[in-house]
């Protein structure tokens, strides 16, 4: 319970006005003490009870409190301490020894609120005060020049704590980002998730009109190195080979071809082999064989996402 | 002259150069040799951006102190040489030498590096929009994702692009065909639960399509793309090209 003093900061508050840690949001008291938004984080998290009431604001029993101090722990320590030693079935003393140190709590504490955090994230509550954030550009814009100041949303390559860094995603160049300050490369990516911003975007669909603003007030640049006012033939090593990176669909030609690239790449690519050279006009017919890569990809991530499906429901 | 120059060189604690580049912010300038800037041909027309042309160059050659000027003047004096000092820049970094000590400067990552996480931070150039000053402020490209970036830093982000130039980079990378890089064929595609977003995912095919036209253009044309500089990254499973 929390402590009588007035000046009294709760865990989850005091975490996220940390240096650096101005890309989370505080998750509600409610999000964490439903049992259900937790499932599976048990198994991730060393320390995961001491670790939940930490972020909660319980007293938790560490291994530098004394024994003596063990009679006046209330009832929800204690018997933390009981379930530990009667696991392992072993005297009380033993069980001492498992109790964290306070560095390791303090770890382990921020590993579950992060993974907690990558959860409420992706619930309406979250989505909500992660779009106000997004909204004050909490999360920086976007480095390119041609995305004009696009506010980013934190994005994790990777649903497996300690992996990854965090990285920021431009919804309007579609790409992921360094954050431009060093003071985030310590944070982990999975506390954000791989789903958020796909999420974001979805669920706030001024985001996408702000994009599109921005991609057609530049559509009629087209950015290639110049020397002396002459472009650079895209036969030259350093002509542009990247255009590809940026482009959308204007002409109607190339939006017929984008029609068609509803499923998989169109077939004709395999023309390049030179002998049919000819067939660069037939793009339909379906290549199945990217349809499958897709579906692999996807399998793999499945199994990390489980748990968070469940969590958002 | 350069004799004069070391004759007179106990009368100042440093050049007016080597104070330009210490102060912070410029870090993207280079050195420019005196010999270059005294050739008046290398100045062409800059009498027009500039008032007091010969005075300016004397200040930055340290042929005369500013203390020695009038008080009033100082500050547009000094304000004046720096911009003519940025505008020689964007001159002779085109030059040989100039060419070399910025390869240089690439090479230590003094541009930054991009931010991009696909062009696993490539060394950046800066580059100006327009030639003119006073138009643009500088921006920085990126020759992986041949993209322009905005600076990092504020303080880099109010340099006057002309004092680049917009034909850096193209000179730059025909002065050194080695450091065009190889480009990554990488893109992202947000997803949610793991499942790529359609619409996105679309795009990101028609990119690819767009992609391999150009590529099989250039093979055509009797071009190598595959791990060259300049061309792709050819990852060995992706059987990308059927």
Known sequence: MPSDEEDYIPWIQQFCELFGHDYFVQVSQDFIEDDFNLTGLSSQVPYYREALYTILDYQVETAEDSPQDNNSIPGTANT?????????????????????????????????????????????????????????????????????????????????????????????????????????????????????????????????????????????????????????????????????????????????????????????????????????????????????????????????????????? | MADYITDSSSDFTEYWIDLFLGIKGNEYFCDIDDEYIRDRFNLTGLNQEVSKLPTLIDIITDLIDLDSQPEDQRDTLEHNARILYGLIHARYILTSRGLNKMFEKFRNGDFGYCPRINCQLHPLLPIGLNDSPRVASVKLYCAKCEDLFNPKSNRHAVIDGAYFGTSFPAMFFQNFPNAIPIHSKETYVPRVFGFKLHEYSQLNRWRHLQRMKLESRLVKSGINVSNVNGGFIEVEQRQEER
């Open chain 1, 80 to 313: 933390t301490a009981t379930t530990n030693t009667a696991n392992t079935s072993s005297s009380k003393k033993e069980a001492k020894n498992e109790l964290p140190n306070k560095a390791l709590l303090a770890h382990s504490a921020e590993l579950l609120y992060g993974l907690i955090h990558a959860r409420y994230i992706i619930s309406k509550q979250g989505l909500t005060a992660m779009a106000s954030k997004f909204e004050r550009n909490d999360f920086g814009s976007c480095p390119r020049y041609f995305c004009d100041g696009m506010h980013l949303i934190p994005v994790g390559s990777t649903d497996i704590p300690g992996q990854e860094t965090v990285r920021l995603y431009c919804p309007c160049c579609n790409d992921i980002y360094i954050p431009s300050s060093s003071r985030y490369l310590n944070i982990d990516g999975a506390f954000f998730g791989t789903t958020f911003p796909g999420l974001l975007v979805k669920m706030f669909p001024e985001i996408e009109n702000q994009c599109r603003i921005r991609i057609n007030k530049f559509s009629a640049n087209d950015f290639g190195l110049k020397l002396f006012g002459f472009k650079v033939n895209e036969t030259s090593a350093s002509g542009p080979r990247m255009r590809w990176l940026r482009m959308h669909p204007k002409t109607d030609e190339e939006k017929e071809e984008y029609e068609n690239c509803e499923f998989s790449v169109p077939k004709w690519v395999s023309d390049s082999d030179m002998e049919d050279a000819n067939d660069d006009d037939q793009e339909d017919g379906d290549d199945l064989d990217d349809d499958e890569d897709d579906e692999d990809d996807d399998d793999e991530e499945e199994n990390d996402d489980d748990d968070k499906t469940m969590a958002s429901e």
